[in-house]
């Protein structure tokens, strides 16, 4: 079975210093990696994805993420933080098998303190 | 273009009662999705269409929970008999095919409350 782990519900910062959020996952099969962002009473919006290629993946508003097969990572960074990041961020994991479904960690709530 | 949008944005219903939540997908999405986020916890999976035919249900909880998308297009997620456990906000997602690779984009969500 996949699993996704966030480390960390909550993750406060200053604006202007590095957003660093954590991803790990569990897979026995190549995966297919997604970060999204969800600010309040919005749908999801995709950050970036990893499907092949390149590990370090760059996605909208400043954010990439690296892929690190060895450490079953993808976790998330920014290097300056800005007011408009406030929002709950989520990885999600889909194998490379026949399911086409995501599996989603729980979430990370990004605080951005001016 | 026009997102996926969700209808109704929340529904308030009794214990017992039948609810049905709607969903239009963007314009020429093969695939669409269903996920159930109950507060504090990401999306958890419901069911998976390709075209017209539900490729995978295995995430529906029981046999009360039933969705059709009898055009390929509009989806419907169909609760019988609700319980307050029912209680939550239903997403659904599109993608323009059925790729693995391919990005699901989510609707705003329907949030159901079940007194």
Redesign the interface.
């Known amino acids: 079975a996949q699993s ?1 782990t966030q480390l960390g ?1 909550h993750v406060s910062v200053s604006e202007g210093a590095l957003v660093l959020l954590r991803c790990n996952y569990s897979s026995s099969v190549p995966p ?1 990696l ?1 970060w ?1 962002v969800q600010y309040p ?6 950050l970036l ?1 990893y ?2 290629g390149a590990t370090l993946v760059k996605g909208i508003n400043g954010f990439e993420a690296e892929f690190k097969k060895s450490e079953t990572s993808f976790h998330l960074t920014k290097p300056s933080a800005h007011m408009s990041d406030a929002a709950e961020y ?1 990885c ?1 994991v ?1 194998m ?1 098998t026949g ?9 990370t709530r990004l605080q951005v303190q001016p | 273009g026009a ?2 949008s969700q209808t109704p944005s929340n529904k308030v219903t009794e214990k017992g009662k039948y609810v049905e939540l709607r969903c239009d997908p963007i314009s020429g999405h093969t ?1 669409l ?1 269903w ?1 159930r986020q109950s507060l ?6 419901l069911i ?1 269409f390709q075209g017209t035919g539900a ?2 249900d295995s ?1 529906l909880p029981n046999d009360r929970f039933f969705a059709v998308r009898p055009e390929g297009s509009v989806s419907t997620l169909k609760i019988q008999r609700t319980e307050r456990g029912d209680s939550a906000v239903y ?1 659904c ?1 599109s993608s323009l095919t ?1 790729e ?2 391919d ?7 329907t949030r159901l409350t079940v007194l």
């Open positions: 996704v519900s297919y997604f999204y009473n919005q749908g999801l919006q995709l994805k499907t092949t989520f999600a889909r490379d399911r086409r479904a995501l599996t989603f960690g729980s979430g | 997102g996926v695939a999705y996920y504090g916890q990401g999306p958890e999976f998976y490729a995978d995430g997403l997602a059925f693995r690779t990005t699901q984009y989510f609707g705003p969500g």
